[in-house]
């Protein structure tokens, strides 16, 4: 009796931990994989590093993973890929397991879970050519606000708002990369969603604030609140040609334009989405009522949707109720805000919105086994905090929304500083034309066109879960980071 109660004692003590995540420290682990067709040797870090307040107290820290290839003979011309996701709220997982980090999770090609939940090797990973950092935002992951001696945690303003958010990273990457000895190397910053938002206000923050010069910013289904934030109906019309590009996926445009391909069509519903369908939203209750069927009777022809919900909703149709009436009277089925390839089933047919998000919660269901076996299996960072895949981040300030300005500052700035934007046409929450309205907006002299990329592919929000656009992103990737690491002129125009 008195040997299995030591026994069950040294069990307890050896498994009990304190609930908090180190401040700073660090996990170093080596490993092999095939990447891009070669054998190539990296090492891994998952470690925390702090945030610190004016007087240098500690008031967070950061979760990050950071994979570096060996036997490099010139690390500086190594370049450096510093990777976020969005939300805000969200971790910096789904591009980590999904998409450019060495290790994949296990689903199918087209990005359904599959059992048993795990890792394998990811062939199209970017660390071939470039090294890659991935940040945890502060509440996600394991990153968490540092209370003072006093047991008192900073004031949530310090992190969880737009200009917040860019200033006290643009203050950590200063600090990693400082620590990590990279300042001679060429740097990427990419962010998915709202990381769109994030590394356009970085773009500027690194280059104003801490003085490091970008040679690429790269943004994946890029989330704009200068359109998402506005009430103004004109800009609905941007949605039309993603309600074109889900229609045809699911077979609901007319014969005339589901026997075209995707690519072949699309170009016709941007132009009708800004040459009529943008000044009839612009008129309002002012528009006649000739026009208004008119339009009416064009958006059906290019959304699958009837004549009749269009003019209900006077020509302003949310992207809610196109994915509950798409497949309303033929499937009965709605489809997935992030991605519109998938299915969902609501209690009733009737109503204006989803009940749910289908593609959310199969990625979830995919994701998150496998990046807590993961992290803390394989690259043996132990810890019983939790795995914030999102984290409580509200209320988030997005007062003073100025980071279109501030990528096109850092631009002009910066000769050698280049823009990739990706984007998935089913993705119904950033669309596709909408990332590419954008684009031109950042720049509206146009002078700078020649350095922004436009690349979009057959799949939604994260185009990289279905494996032939994984394929086609990731060479998309490295092309763009091999094209600009090393510039041949000199920084001037």
């Known amino acids: 009796m008195r040997l299995t109660l030591i026994f069950l004692l040294t069990t307890f003590l050896s498994f009990s931990q304190s609930r908090k995540i180190p401040v700073d420290t660090m996990v170093v682990t ?110 996600t992951g394991f990153s968490r606000m540092i209370p003072d001696k006093d047991g008192k945690l900073p004031d949530r303003k310090t992190f969880f708002g737009i200009n917040a958010d860019i200033k006290y990273l643009a203050e950590w990457i200063n600090t ?43 943004m994946v289904s890029p989330a704009d609140y200068k359109l998402y934030s506005t009430s103004q109906p004109v800009y609905s019309a941007l949605n039309l040609p993603y309600y074109t590009a889900a229609a045809w996926y ?22 009708f989405a800004i040459n009529k369908l943008m000044p009839a939203l612009a008129k309002g209750g002012m528009i006649s009522e000739a026009e208004k069927n008119t339009v009416a009777e064009k958006m059906s022809f290019y959304s699958g ?37 998938y299915l969902g089933i609501d209690k009733r047919e009737t109503g ?5 998000s289908p593609e959310l919660t199969t990625w979830n269901h995919a994701f998150t086994p496998a990046i807590n076996y993961y992290i803390r299996s394989f690259l043996n960072f132990k810890t019983d905090v939790k795995y914030n895949m999102f984290g409580n981040v509200n209320p988030w300030d997005r007062e003073n929304d100025n980071v279109r300005d501030g990528l096109r ?30 684009m031109g907006q950042i720049d509206p002299s146009g002078k700078l066109k020649d350095r922004f990329t436009y690349k979009a592919y057959r799949s939604g929000h994260m185009m990289y879960i279905r494996n032939d656009d994984l394929i086609k992103a990731t060479n998309d990737l490295r092309n763009f980071i091999k094209s600009t690491m090393n510039p041949e002129t000199s920084a001037k125009y």
């Open 409 to 438: 500052q850092a631009m002009v700035q910066n000769p050698y500083l280049k823009v990739l934007i990706q984007s998935g046409y089913y993705d119904g929450a950033t669309t596709y034309f909408g990332a590419k309205y954008t």
């Open 30 to 139: 080596n490993h092999t994989g095939i990447i891009n067709g070669q054998n190539l040797s990296y090492t891994a870090t998952a470690g925390t590093q702090p945030v610190w307040d004016n007087d240098g107290n500690p008031i967070a820290t950061l979760y990050y993973t950071y994979y570096e290839r060996n036997n490099v003979k010139n690390r500086a011309k190594r370049p450096l890929v510093i990777s976020f996701n969005g939300g805000p709220g969200s971790a910096s997982v789904w591009m980590h397991i999904g998409y450019t980090g060495p290790k994949v999770l296990n689903i199918d090609d087209e990005g359904y879970p599959v059992q048993p939940y795990g890792m394998r090797d990811n062939p199209n990973s970017i660390l071939d050519v470039a090294d890659i950092v991935y940040v945890n935002p502060v509440n």
């Open 176 to 218: 990693f990369v400082t620590r990590k000895q990279r300042w001679e190397s060429p740097k990427y910053i990419i962010g998915e969603s709202y990381g769109g938002t994030r590394v356009m206000g970085l773009a500027n923050a690194l280059q104003s604030n801490e003085w490091m010069y970008l040679n690429g910013v790269i």
């Open 352 to 356: 204006s919105r989803p009940d749910y």
């Open 250 to 271: 699911h077979k609901m445009l007319p014969a005339e334009l589901q026997q075209q391909d995707l690519t072949d069509i699309l170009p016709q519903a941007e132009d």
């Open 305 to 341: 949707l009837s004549k009749e919900s269009i003019m209900k909703n006077n020509l302003d149709v949310p992207t809610s109720f196109f994915w509950k009436d798409l497949l309303r009277n033929s499937e009965g089925m709605i489809i997935g805000r992030l991605d519109s390839r």
